[in-house]
């Protein structure tokens, strides 16, 4: 991985040029462990002019504990630790970048504080500071295959702990217990940890968007919506799925359930290179619109997924911009039903041509509405 590191720095050297800044400053964890490999906390990366990367600099507090949590940093990389660990990475990184003759220097404007902005400005006032304009966040769109095999196996951990939840007991049992259980099976399997906090909703609460785990016990006749992911070597993926508790399906559940899988096979069909972010959205809330359930509509289709869960590109009605190949998203809409509940199937596939096979579907637990 060390030459993809080196890569990317030199994408992105080559961005902070053609915007006319000798050097770059890149403070955004994610962005640091994209670039590096490792992201310990409140770590900066200095990027140097020099094409053969030998002004780039992490700089820490502390030296990096090659942990799962926060990666190991590439090997052919300086690393600098401050000599106050409690002082600012990024105020440390401007005045190496003044040491090694840089006139100016492109910082991330849209993860900078004010005072860390001032702080930089007055340790290093003849330095020009210039914005990266979300660069690194753009480089990390489209994902290399070393990074959909990461996002591969987050996807078979998450899909293995769901499964084997729905062979156990579950009527009894509250929504907090089922979620603390499903993050224990993700790191039994291998997971760094959740790649977010696990949505368990039973009953009234099933497929609330982001709701949050409570002590309501399941239920016989209940709708079961469990939304969880596994982080592997940093990168997150989702899968989310609703299933009937205990008894057959009521006619309403059904009915609901058709709707919802219908729209979410739609939105997976149209992620084709060059659609359209929006156009993803509307295909598959056209679905849910025109069987009378536009009003419990959540705002987004979908989302771009990496070393952050919730990434661009963006699937929702206003969303600018086209899909490429390689770029792994979501498709989870869902309906919820105040007083009833609600459904909410969610999965994380890769952007793939109609040549290569088209959308690659990477969690696989059943769609099927089953009774458990």
């Known amino acids: ?3 993809a590191y080196a890569a990317r720095r030199n994408r992105l050297r080559e ?9 770059a400053l890149v403070s955004r964890s994610a962005n640091v462990r994209y670039l590096t490999g490792a992201a310990p906390p409140g770590a900066v990366l200095l990027l140097g002019r020099d094409p053969g990367g030998s002004g780039d600099v992490l700089l820490c507090g502390r030296s990096p504990s090659g942990q799962i949590a ?19 990475p990024a105020v440390a990184a401007a ?27 007055s340790v290093a006032p003849g330095l020009l500071l210039t914005d990266l304009n979300r660069a690194v966040e753009q480089l990390r769109l489209v994902k290399d295959e070393e990074e959909i095999s990461c996002l591969r196996i987050a996807a078979e951990i998450a899909d293995q702990a769901l499964g084997e939840l729905l062979e156990s007991i579950l009527v009894g049992r509250t929504e907090r217990h089922l979620a603390l259980e499903l993050e224990r099976r993700l790191v039994d399997h291998g997971a760094d940890g959740p790649a977010f906090p696990t949505c368990v909703g039973t009953g009234p609460n099933s497929g609330r ?8 016990r399941v ?3 209940d709708f079961l919506s469990v939304c969880l992911g596994a982080t592997y070597r940093g990168y997150r993926c989702e899968v989310g799925r609703t299933f009937v508790i205990g008894t057959s399906p009521a006619a309403w559940q059904i009915e609901l359930y058709d709707h919802v899988f219908a729209a979410q096979r739609a939105g997976r069909e149209a992620l084709v290179p060059g659609a359209e972010c929006r156009e993803v959205d509307r295909a598959a809330r056209h679905v849910l619109d025109a069987a009378g359930y536009g009003d419990g509509l959540a705002q987004l289709t979908g989302h771009g997924v990496g070393l952050e869960i919730d990434e661009d590109p963006q699937l929702a009605p206003a969303a600018m911009g086209k899909l490429d190949a390689c770029v792994p998203v979501t498709v989870e809409p869902g309906v919820h039903l105040p007083g009833r509940g609600g459904v909410r199937i969610d999965d994380t596939l890769v952007v793939r041509p109609e ?8 969690t696989i637990t059943t769609k099927e509405l089953l009774a458990l």
């Open 1 to 3: 991985m060390a030459e």
């Open 15 to 23: 961005r902070a040029a053609a915007g006319g800044s000798a050097a």
């Open 70 to 88: 926060e990666g190991r940093p590439d090997e052919a990389l300086r690393v600098q630790l401050l000599a106050a660990p409690a002082g600012d």
């Open 95 to 121: 005045d190496v970048a003044l040491a090694q003759g840089a006139d100016s220097l492109a910082v991330e404007e849209h993860h900078l504080t004010m005072a860390r902005h001032r702080a930089i400005g």
């Open 209 to 216: 968007c982001g709701h949050r785990p409570s002590d309501r």
């Open 219 to 221: 239920e016989e006749g």
């Open 355 to 362: 040549a290569d096979g088209g959308p690659e579907l990477l």
